[in-house]
């Protein structure tokens, strides 16, 4: 999934502390020349101070924005973050087997959330809980599968929101395949694929690439680029931003500020609309930062410094529309005070609502592998059926 060349092997950064030392001095040189000279240029309509910063292309996508929209994109992002605490608590507790926290991605995935129609059809990863809060998934619905007590948990034509994939980057190939479908029912709905920076190498996102391109398929391919795919760089990911990859496919990339949640709605709703249009697909490089581990399981200390957490902190995505909303007069403190509220009815509600859920039969787990049986499943299952006996011997046998 990485790609492995000597300019991956590049030192990083100085903040983690751990730069190597491989590659010559020129080469080491031409790199950063190189990298330099390709510095992307960056959607903002929001800067981290929470100034608003006119742009000519994107302004209009956001032209009709009330007040009441941008407390609602304010409330989105603050219950989305603490659904996400309240899991990454579960799962410390025992109550979840694994959570991967979208911290510090609340403006991407709500941004582009809210920029879709409800016939438009998503298909995420496996951190996509933002987005599956615009779509109008019960948040507690998310938690089954981190759980283990169930392999999905919601109905994907319930909402148009497909089930979360962890095979990295395969998302991206079936919203292809669905959006060539939706083209040939001459529907105008668009179909948007969330995947990350590490997705982006995957053989799957470059033939989705391919196929949708030739295909002029309805698709905005939405790629999060928190920095990192678990321990590694998207440095070790791309020569090019990746934005730019695009183009050799034959569509438009754009990098967006991924914390900024109106250049996030206006972007993909431009993206949208090209694919309602017949243009065809785009791909959006939301510029972002994964602010916690990468799952519960990770340790990100292990390779990244806490330097590269501050600068990033600084530009938090809840924080910045807070300013802007403060200094535009339009909230107020009993507006904080009710969200806050609201925050705490939903953290409750999540924790009961995961302790109540019902343990799957044991024996669940061999359904459905094959359609008409197998021998070796049937070995498997009645090998099972004797391991959970034995438990009942033992404490049969007096202990
Ligand atoms: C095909 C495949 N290869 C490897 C993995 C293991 N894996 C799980 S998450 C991950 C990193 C993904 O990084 P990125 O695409 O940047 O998404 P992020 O987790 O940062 O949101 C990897 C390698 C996997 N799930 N599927
Ligand atoms: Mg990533």
């Known amino acids: 999934m990485t790609v492995d060349s000597s300019a991956a092997r590049e030192p990083r950064r100085s903040a983690a502390g751990k730069a190597g030392t491989t590659g010559s001095k020129t080469t080491r040189t031409t790199r950063a020349a190189a990298k330099k000279s ?30 009441e929209d ?67 998934v019960d948040p507690t619905n998310l938690l089954g599968m981190f759980r283990g007590v169930n392999n999905g948990g919601w109905d994907p034509n319930g909402n148009n929101f497909h089930l979360y994939t962890i095979v990295i980057g395969s998302q991206t190939l079936h919203a292809t395949g669905y959006a060539m479908g939706v083209a040939k029912d001459g529907a105008d709905s668009a179909v948007i694929a969330y995947f990350g920076d590490g997705a982006s190498s995957q053989g799957d996102v470059a033939e989705s690439f391919t ?80 602010m916690g581990a990468h799952t519960t399981s990770d340790d990100p200390t292990r390779y990244r410094g806490d330097e590269e957490r501050m600068a990033w902190e600084a530009k938090d995505p809840i924080l910045r529309l807070r300013r802007y909303l403060e200094a535009s007069n339009h909230t107020d403190d009993g507006f904080f005070a009710e969200l806050e509220a609201e925050s705490e009815v939903l953290g409750k509600r999540v924790r009961e609502a995961v302790r109540a859920m019902p343990d799957p039969d044991h024996f669940a787990i061999f359904e459905n592998v094959y359609a008409d049986g197998h021998a070796l499943v049937d070995e498997e299952r009645a090998q099972f059926a004797a391991y959970q006996a034995s438990f009942a011997d033992a404490s049969e046998g007096g202990r």
């Open 38 to 67: 390709t510095e992307p240029e960056l959607v903002q309509l929001l800067t981290p101070e929470g100034k608003r910063v006119k742009n000519a292309e994107y302004d209009a996508y956001v032209a009709g924005i009330t007040p």
């Open 70 to 136: 941008l407390r609602g994109l304010y409330r989105d992002m603050v219950l989305t973050r603490r659904f996400d605490a309240e899991a990454t608590a579960l799962q410390r507790q025992g109550e979840l087997g694994l959570w991967a926290s979208l911290l510090g991605q609340e403006a991407a995935q709500i941004g582009s959330g809210r920029a879709l129609r409800d016939d438009d059809y998503v298909f995420p990863t496996y951190r996509e809980h933002g987005v599956a809060w615009c779509r109008g």
């Open 211 to 290: 196929f949708s391109a030739v295909y002029n398929a309805p698709v905005v391919f939405f790629c999060q680029n928190n920095q990192w795919a678990i321990s590694e760089p998207t440095e070790k990911q791309s020569r090019v931003p990746l934005y730019q990859r695009a183009q050799g496919f034959g569509f438009p990339g754009v990098r967006v500020d991924g914390n900024d949640v109106l250049a996030c709605l206006a972007v993909t709703k431009w993206a949208l609309e090209r694919a309602r249009n017949g243009e065809g697909p785009t791909l959006v490089e939301a510029y972002t930062y994964r």
